[in-house]
């Protein structure tokens, strides 16, 4: 008598790699194999099953695989001030002398959208928050690349060619403007499975009061994730202080915005007493890191993560590299600790790339870890490059040597949409052309060339 046993089947059969989960549950799953069906993961064990049948099979030893990094916030068109602004001192909206988003039109996005979208997507960023101007053209952009995305107008009713001259202009013209072409753009996306728009109330020093709490109330009637900037300049503070004898933490709190569907990018010029508000509200610190460091401030991660707010990691503007963030959230936080300890190890910075983006969009039940029933977003290493050897610990090895350029492949529900390194939907030549020649029409409206602009 014989026994038949039947093979189960899957669409993609993930064999030998070693598995960085970010699942708190089992985070290291060494030499096992994955197995994909219908976009989500269906198999994550020590070893196949007994019978499969996949239409894919790829064995992957000396290669790690993580879940597909969440980049919360990011502005894929400043891609143009590149190399530029990060030497300038503070935020290019509010710098004299760079192109601005008022002057950039509709295909000069989509060309700049498309090029900081795919160097993220290249890098293992899966999920995209990108906020800014012509949010309805970038979005179709950026949707082409097939990654996931919550978009947002830039929603502000100060006119921002005034501000970076220090006159903060209120218009309500401005931000019914703004606020109406985001929630267009909510219903443009709302049915599609990849895109959830989000809101973008600029910052509390960009919207005034009444506009704040006009975008709370649109939030909490769409249930919408709110992205911010909070604290992030000492410009902001003295003008929010200047203006309402509070804090930026306060008047969110004050004007309804203060609650779990909170994203405060940057989080530099926090108090205590804001920190105990953030984390009593359930919002959620957007960290990012490398555009901290590089205008010579450092957000107090230590005292957020001990109060208990989540914390995301996003890149912002300077680049898309998520793997680099993690190193720098984790160097820039010993930094301030004056220590190496257990609270601030690798295996914590991964949460904050993975998981706690996730949870700050509202969607880690989906995504965010490797395990069986969520999304099949992730990202494939090659880890057989000498500075990611020995893998004696690999999450460690990748946070501290890893970078976005070991990125081989990366899925997004199952679909590969990089593999050996290149995009699978867009033509990346295509991309950098079309992103250089718009770069160069922006900087030559400042009235002279870009390159001597950059060099003064």
Not at 123 to 130: A, E, K, M, N, R
Request: glycine residues 8%; aromatic residues 6%; hydrophobic residues 45%.
């Amino acid at each position: 008598m014989t026994t038949s046993t039947t093979a189960e089947p899957f669409d993609l059969m993930l064999l030998d790699a070693h598995f960085l989960t970010a699942d708190p549950a089992r985070p290291l799953v060494r030499g096992g194999a994955l197995g994909i069906r219908g976009g989500r993961i269906a198999w994550l064990a020590d070893r196949p099953p007994q019978a499969y049948q996949a239409s894919r099979t790829l064995r992957l030893g000396d290669h790690f695989v993580t879940p597909g990094f969440v980049n919360v916030h990011l502005h894929s068109i400043l891609t143009m001030v590149r190399g530029v602004a990060a030497d300038l001192g503070f935020a290019p909206s509010y710098t004299p002398g760079i192109p601005k988003g008022t002057q950039v039109n509709p295909w000069q996005a989509r060309a700049l959208a498309r090029l900081g979208a795919l160097e993220a997507l290249l890098f293992g960023s899966t999920v995209i928050g990108d906020n800014f101007v012509h949010a309805d053209v970038t979005t179709e952009a950026m949707e082409e690349l097939g990654v996931r995305l919550c978009p947002s107008w830039r929603i502000h009713d100060v006119d921002f060619a005034r501000v970076a001259h220090g006159d903060w202009h209120y218009d309500a013209a401005i931000g019914s403007r703004t606020l109406k072409a985001g929630l267009a753009l909510r219903e443009r996306w709302k049915d599609h499975p990849r895109v959830r728009v989000n809101l973008a109330a600029h910052a509390v020093d960009t919207c005034s009061d009444g506009f704040l709490r006009e975008i709370a109330q649109v939030a909490t009637e769409y249930g919408m994730v709110v992205s911010t900037h909070l604290g992030q300049s000492k410009v902001e503070v003295e003008r929010v202080r200047e203006r309402t004898g509070r804090t930026s933490t306060e008047v969110l709190e004050e004007t309804g915005l203060l609650n779990a569907r909170l994203m405060g990018g940057h989080c530099i010029y926090v108090t205590e007493s804001d920190i105990a508000r953030l984390a009593r509200a359930g919002a959620h610190a957007v960290h990012i890191p490398k555009c901290n460091a590089a205008s010579g401030r450092l957000a107090p991660t230590p005292a957020l993560k001990r109060a208990g707010v989540n914390i995301a990691l996003a890149t912002d503007t300077q680049h898309g590299d998520m793997v680099e963030l993690m190193r720098w959230a984790l160097a820039t936080a010993r930094v301030q600790e004056e220590r190496v300890d257990a609270e601030w190890q690798p295996h914590h910075v991964l949460h904050m790339a993975t998981l706690g983006g996730a949870k700050a969009l509202g969607q880690d039940a989906e995504i965010g870890s490797l395990a069986v029933g969520k999304q099949a977003d992730l990202v494939v290493f090659d880890a057989a490059r000498p500075h990611l050897r020995p893998h004696v610990d690999p999450l460690g090895t990748l946070v501290h040597t890893g970078q976005g350029r070991d990125v081989r492949m990366v899925l997004v529900a199952g679909e590969v949409l990089v593999e050996d390194g290149r995009p699978t939907r867009v033509d990346l030549d295509e991309i950098c052309a079309e992103a250089e020649q718009a770069s160069r029409e922006l900087w030559g409206a400042e009235g002279k060339p870009y390159w001597q602009t950059a060099a003064a």
